[in-house]
């Protein structure tokens, strides 16, 4: 069985943080089925707590019409991404609706938010990534946002998800972070870089689905690598990938 392991290297040179898709913490709730990269409820790794600001990245199966009733959050940044199904949301502060493939939903929790999640629909099942930052300011005034990318922006080259509050130059939402997600679909035989936005982040990389080469790992679907002390990350596909990119400032 593949383990997980952080890997440390001298100061200046790259050091990695690797989780592959079997090392991940697991509950089954019978409608609710996740797996876990980072500790979270019951499932606690004290080496497995964060990567820089990014504390939650939960990979979340949820049965036809059950989901979560109303509880709170503060002081974290959420982001919600589904990769199928839909996504019913409703909180305290009148947002109501649903997030669909394709969408990505924002939530600063800030001074305090109570919420509601659930499956749209009672005939198919929704799943979704559930990720969740440590904001770069406390006790903001809670914010909703949610955003319908094109999903053909992102074939072949990275489609910018998220980026901080101060650097609104682009489409993508934003939140109270100095964080950049993307995500990025990559046929057979590509080649290509990322470039890191703030100096001094590091990134995260999560195969969605396919696999790929990074910084001398090979990676499969749902493994996670964490990667500092970097200004580009280059990749290289065998078969196809789709990834999902969060550079994160490391704390």
């Not at 969408?103 to 509601?116: I, L």
């Amino acid at each position: 069985m593949r383990n997980h392991q952080r890997k440390e290297y001298p100061m200046n040179t790259v050091k990695k943080t690797l989780h592959l898709a079997n090392t991940r913490g697991k509950a089954d709730h019978g409608w609710l089925k996740t797996n876990l990269t980072f500790s979270f409820a019951g499932y606690y790794d004290p080496s497995r707590v964060h990567f820089g600001a990014l504390r939650v990245l939960n990979d979340d199966y949820i049965a036809g019409g059950k989901g979560f009733g109303m509880h709170p959050h503060d002081n974290m940044e959420i982001i919600t991404i589904p990769t199928s199904g839909v996504v019913a949301h409703r909180d305290n502060f009148g947002n109501e609706g649903v997030i669909t493939v394709g969408e990505v939903q924002v939530m600063s929790a800030g001074t305090g938010v109570y919420h509601s999640e659930f499956n749209h629909l009672r005939d198919q099942a929704l799943t979704l990534f559930q990720i969740w930052l440590f904001p770069n300011a406390e006790n903001v005034k809670p914010r909703y946002d949610q955003k319908s990318f094109d999903l053909a922006g992102r074939q072949n080259r990275f489609q910018l998800l998220v980026s901080p509050s101060d650097d609104q130059s682009d489409d993508a939402l934003w939140i109270h972070q100095y964080a950049y997600f993307s995500m990025g679909n990559f046929d057979p035989g590509q080649e290509f870089s990322y470039q890191i936005k703030r100096p001094g982040n590091g990134l995260y990389v999560f195969v969605v689905k396919g696999e790929v080469e990074t910084t001398g790992e090979k990676l499969a679907t749902r493994d996670g690598l964490g990667l500092e002390n970097i200004d580009q990350v280059d990749f290289k596909t065998t078969d196809g990938v789709e990834l999902l990119l969060m550079e994160v400032p490391m704390l």
